[in-house]
């Protein structure tokens, strides 16, 4: 079964760092490009990050830019997202996502990120 | 990086179809034909119903269409039923390899 599933998630202060990974099972991870999206509660997504197959290039969201960066692990099958210098408006639900064709194929469940005081 | 414009809300009663506007820029949406569409139920982690502005993925029914032209594309559901209640994003890429959602649109089958 094709699968992606998050982890890392979690509470933490304004300023401060956080983790995301995502791990693949079911499909050739290597071979597909990948995306962060993630969702503000109660609000729409938001595209994140982009990470091409073998994670020699990625492109950021202006919002996350310098901050946020994307990588990935292929022989560990994981993808990753380090969030630094966190923000409120950090807090939301971060998915990932299999870019297929420029459009997002297979989604994960989900991890919870709140940055609060 | 501005969110495509969604209208907030759409309705119809059950059989009959409602259509969902998208519109960007020359700069995504009427730059390539990299729209997608999808449907996320409360709680749950969003679907891809529509790629590449009109490709349906297996499993997904022939009752959601997609169109494009200009800049705003466009999600057609036929034949409402119950299930189809629920949250629609569009998406597209974007200029820099960039991508784009939309603001959300809300589906109430009445």
């Known amino acids: 079964e094709v699968q992606l599933v998050e982890s890392g998630g979690g509470l933490v202060q304004p300023g401060g760092s956080l983790r995301l990974s995502c791990a693949a099972s079911g499909f050739t991870f290597s071979s597909y490009w990948m995306h962060w999206v993630r969702q503000a509660p109660g609000k729409g997504l938001v595209w994140v990050s982009r990470i091409n197959s073998d994670g020699s290039s990625s492109t950021h969201a202006d919002s996350v830019k310098g901050r946020f960066t994307i990588s990935r692990d292929n022989a560990k099958n994981t993808l990753y997202l380090q969030m630094n210098s966190l923000r409120v408006e950090d807090t939301a639900v971060y998915y990932c996502a299999r870019n297929y064709n420029n459009a997002m194929d297979v989604w994960g469940q989900g991890t919870t990120v709140t940055v609060s005081s | 990086q501005s969110a495509l414009t969604q209208p907030p809300s759409a309705s119809g009663s059950p059989g009959q179809s409602v259509t969902i506007s998208c519109t960007g820029t020359s700069s995504d949406v009427g730059g390539y034909n990299y729209v997608s569409w999808y449907q996320q139920h409360p709680g749950k982690a969003p679907k891809l119903m529509i790629f590449?502005?009109?490709k349906r993925p297996s499993g997904v029914p022939d009752r959601f269409s997609g169109s494009k032209s200009g800049n705003t594309a466009s999600l057609t559901v036929s034949g409402l039923q119950a299930e189809d209640e629920a949250d629609y994003y569009c998406?597209?890429?974007?200029?820099?390899?960039?991508?784009?959602f939309g603001t959300g649109t809300k589906v109430t089958v009445l």
């Open positions: 998406s597209s890429y974007a200029r820099s390899n960039n991508c784009v």
């Open positions: 590449e502005v009109s």
